[in-house]
């Protein structure tokens, strides 16, 4: 019976279907389930949404469009010159002149062992920054290489401390590498990265940097601070799509990679190996996995993007809006419990008010307004929310939306807050 509809043609197809199934089935739903147990599967149309959580954040239409262009051999000389243009948009975004600085071809969590996996040989000794979700994972890829960790902790919400590392570093004289997150997205709080390598470098060890959050979003200049080795996400403060993680290497990390006694277990992350087809000092590409093409092209164009704005008003605009958000925020009488100090502008943890469901917030924030905020991550679940303010996310219109959605949501849940004042609140930030 099921074949019978699928055998015949696309027209009036569809009609054809329901004659078939009314007059076989009593009743309606009964044929609407059958119906749908033998449709074809059609082309997925997601919903539009604002993207205010921790990432991915709202995609910028330019790159959107450039990932439609169309796809190119990866060894094809316009690729190759696509990727050179690349690597120099890259190390405008790092502020770096480093050679080894690239994208690998897979999301955040990959650009991480990449790192991991190039400089950490069996025996080496890493102190590692757990002040956060990426934190305790940055120690699992330690553990995972073989390296030595020694953890050195700090509560969530605090940056990593300083002193710490300074005691830990003296307490272990061998360490090789410091591994902390410059931009912890599951607390909202920032680390000071050009301290913490200053001190690694001070005991001769070098640092590894997690940037996920924070390229293009906050202050981060890779020469000036002298760091080692860095990872980022493409879909955070970069306006772009999931799956990609720019990375760079200084000279002393690439020293590292050359000098080791045993070979990166990974084959797909050994640096040397992927820096034949990313070009290391000239030479000629030799394919070392198929690039992810169009992928590329939205990252190129999102790397366009950032410098036509420049990195410090791209800085600037983070900030502004964050301003804006708190600004509404707390005239509604919500708290951001994270240290103004150490607060991240592109990641606003808030305090969930006594006696509210967050899942039912975000549920309603989600269907009335098609707008996504995260919730909280560990000791934060069902305490906190996270409002991203990232990338072409971070604008004005986002700001006020975030806070006219919000306002109208827990008035009607009977939250304790101050209702109609948060949207001129953050407004007035603008004028
Ligand atoms: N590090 C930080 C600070 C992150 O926020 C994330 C993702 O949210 C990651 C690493 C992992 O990145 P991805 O999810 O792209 O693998």
Redesign the pocket.
């Known amino acids: 019976m099921a074949c019978l509809p699928l055998a015949l043609g696309n027209t009036r197809r569809h009609q054809l279907y329901y004659g078939l199934i009314y007059a076989v089935f009593p009743g309606p739903q009964r044929g609407l389930n059958f119906l749908e147990s033998i449709m074809p599967i059609a082309s997925f149309t997601p919903p539009v949404r604002t993207l205010m959580g921790?990432?991915p954040s709202d995609i910028h239409p330019r790159v959107l469009a450039a990932l439609s262009k169309p796809t190119l051999g990866h060894l094809d000389p316009a690729f190759i010159g696509m990727m050179d243009e690349m690597k120099t948009l890259l190390q405008y975004a790092f502020q770096t002149k480093n050679e080894m600085t690239m994208p690998v071809s897979a999301?955040?969590?990959a650009g991480?062992e990449c790192c991991f996996a190039n400089l950490v040989e069996p025996g080496d000794t890493v102190i590692v920054c757990k002040n956060g979700v990426?934190g305790m994972r940055m120690l699992e890829n330690v553990e995972r290489c073989g390296g030595k960790a020694v953890v050195v902790e700090d509560e969530w919400g605090s940056p990593a401390s300083p002193d710490k590392v300074a005691d830990a570093l003296k307490a272990n004289p061998d360490t090789k590498i410091v591994a902390f997150?410059h931009?912890?997205?599951a607390t909202g709080a920032r680390s000071d990265a050009q301290a913490l390598t200053k001190l690694a470098h001070d005991h001769g060890a070098l640092v590894i940097v997690?940037a996920?959050?924070s390229l293009g979003g906050i202050e981060l200049k890779v020469d000036e601070w002298g760091i080692d080795a860095i990872y980022s996400?493409s879909?955070k403060c970069l306006s772009c799509t999931?799956g990609l993680s720019p990375v760079s290497f200084s000279a002393a990390a690439q020293d590292k990679i050359k000098n080791r006694k045993t070979k990166v277990q990974s084959w797909f992350l050994d640096q040397t190996l992927v820096m034949g087809y990313w070009g290391n000092g000239g030479g000629k590409r030799a394919y070392h996995h198929t690039a992810p093409i169009n992928a590329l092209y939205g990252l190129h164009e999102a790397l366009v993007l950032l410098q036509d704005e420049g990195l410090e008003n791209s800085w600037k605009r983070h900030a502004l809006n964050h301003q804006a958000l708190k600004a509404g925020l707390e005239a509604m009488g919500l708290e951001l419990p994270v240290d103004p100090a150490c607060r991240l502008p592109q990641l606003n943890v808030v305090k969930i008010p006594e006696g509210i469901d967050d899942g039912a917030v975000r549920t309603a924030l989600l269907t009335e307004y098609s707008l996504e905020i995260g919730a909280g991550l560990g000791a934060g679940a069902g305490k906190v929310w996270r409002i991203g303010l990232m990338g072409h996310a971070s604008s004005k219109k986002n700001v006020i939306l975030c806070l006219t959605a919000l306002d109208s949501v827990l008035t009607r849940m009977g939250a304790p807050i101050k209702s109609s004042v948060g949207a001129q609140a953050a407004l007035a930030m603008y004028s």
């Open positions: 921790p990432g999301p955040g969590s991480m990426f997150v931009a912890e997205t997690d996920v959050t996400g879909q999931p």
